[in-house]
């Protein structure tokens, strides 16, 4: 995939039924994902693929722990930086967070009609399960692996703040 190609997919990534649950702190959450995407060589035909995205419980890692990672190789001011780094580890939280994507658990099929009607009705559907962890997504058919992925960090990014907060309160920051 060329980088327009790259950049095109991520700029036409358009949630159209949002998670009513943020990722889960302590524990791994699975997020049902309904991709809609137009098929390039025919006029008003829809892909629809139906798969879940495991996003694995956000670690903690400590500036100590990430002074030690980013040592390997590096010199004596290096060591000095992550010394300094060290003595502010109150102050700072970094989370890393892993997903995995089950493609053997992806569905896939083909609808004809306009992309806002099939947006709709798959939102109608999704929404009609009452399931807080579906999201109905558009994208690109081509990139719609990087469509996924986007969507993924944009969950990791509004879950972030609670996920600092609920480590605070448990008394792990």
């Not at 035909?45 to 996003?55: K, L, N, Q, S, T």
């Not at 992309?115 to 997504?137: I, S, T």
């Not at 990139?143 to 605070?168: I, N, P, Q, T, Y």
Request: charged share 30%; glycine share 6%.
């Amino acid at each position: 995939m060329n980088p327009d190609d790259f950049h095109y997919a991520l700029e036409n990534t358009k949630v159209i039924h949002a998670p009513q649950r943020r990722l889960e702190t302590f524990g791994t959450t699975v997020l049902n994902y309904h991709l809609i995407t137009e098929e390039m060589d025919a006029v008003n035909r829809m892909r629809v693929r139906e798969g879940r995205i495991h996003a694995q419980k956000p670690e903690l890692v400590t500036p100590d722990h990430f002074a030690k990672l980013m040592l390997d190789g590096f010199g004596e001011k290096a060591e000095k930086y992550a010394d300094a780094v060290s003595e502010f580890a109150s102050q700072i939280a970094i989370l890393k967070y892993g997903f995995t994507f089950r493609k053997d658990e992806t569905r896939r099929y083909d609808v004809t009609g306009a992309l806002a009607e099939v947006a709709d009705k798959v939102r109608a559907e999704v929404e009609a399960k009452g399931d807080p962890l579906a999201a109905v997504l558009t994208g690109v058919d081509d990139g719609w692996e990087v469509c996924l992925l986007k969507f993924s960090l944009d969950m990791v990014l509004a879950s972030g703040g609670e996920h600092v907060r609920d480590l605070r309160r448990h008394g792990l920051l």
